[in-house]
């Protein structure tokens, strides 16, 4: 008699544990969303290098599915996956060919300009933190971004000192890795009792090796998105 009584009390125990462990994961809303957006990337040349190197951003997209885990009202876990088109303007004003150079040595300086287009996988993960009403909630984040690049299409145009032009087009190259420090900060508004409304203004930093030197990608973009 006393075992079974220990057996009902302790299957009572356990009872009552996986019911509140439920209702604990229950509050724990997991929502799902689906995110689209432009972004512009930017070279950024951490110092001075033998040739005259510029960057200028170029508009890009982006195309997220998203994972977030409510741990509380006011903290979430943010996961996503999805692809970007990175697309940046390269130009380098002090360049020297062999056809540059006059039969006194003096020479004259070509210009090249690049524009890259780079088709990339990316796996964004976030800290939010919310904050606000029900009518209105914002949310300021903080995480990282894993890239990669897997299909480079580049084309080039060489302007020579005697005014000709020469066209150049190029793509593959082997795929490669980064990862990212990313921020962002933005608002979520009920649609109804279903769909959020998302809008959120974001910030990557990708470290890269350029010739043996360190230069950041710099990303801003805009997501804007459905969660349900």
């Known amino acids: 008699m006393h075992k079974i009584t220990s057996l009902k009390l302790a299957t009572l125990v356990f009872s009552l544990f996986a019911a509140s462990f439920s209702q604990s994961i229950a509050q ?12 512009f990337n930017h070279i950024h040349f951490t110092k001075k290098i033998d040739s005259d190197i510029s960057s200028s951003p170029k508009l890009g997209f982006i195309v997220d599915g998203h994972l977030q885990l ?11 996956i999805g692809y970007a088109n990175k697309r940046f303007k390269q130009t380098q004003s002090d360049l020297i060919f062999s056809s540059s150079i006059n039969d006194n040595g003096t020479f004259e300086y070509s210009q090249v300009e690049v524009w890259a287009s780079n088709h990339v996988g990316q796996a ?38 005697n005014g000709n032009t020469e066209d150049l087009e190029w793509s593959g ?6 990862f990212s420090a990313q921020a962002a900060f ?30 950041y990608m710099v990303t801003t973009g805009l997501r804007i998105g459905i969660w349900i």
């Open 28 to 39: 724990k809303r997991l929502d799902i969303g689906l995110m689209v957006g432009p972004e």
């Open 70 to 80: 409510n741990l509380t009202s006011h903290l979430s876990i943010d996961i996503g």
């Open 124 to 161: 964004p993960v976030m800290l939010k933190y919310y904050f606000g009403n029900a009518d209105m909630r914002f949310f300021a984040g903080l995480g990282g971004n894993s890239m990669l690049t897997f299909h480079r299409a580049t084309k080039g145009l060489i302007t020579h000192p």
């Open 173 to 178: 190259g082997t795929s490669f890795f980064d």
């Open 186 to 215: 933005g608002v979520m508004k009920p649609l109804d009792e279903r769909h959020r409304l998302n809008i959120e203004l974001y910030s990557n930093v990708f470290p890269l090796s350029y010739e043996h030197r360190l230069i």
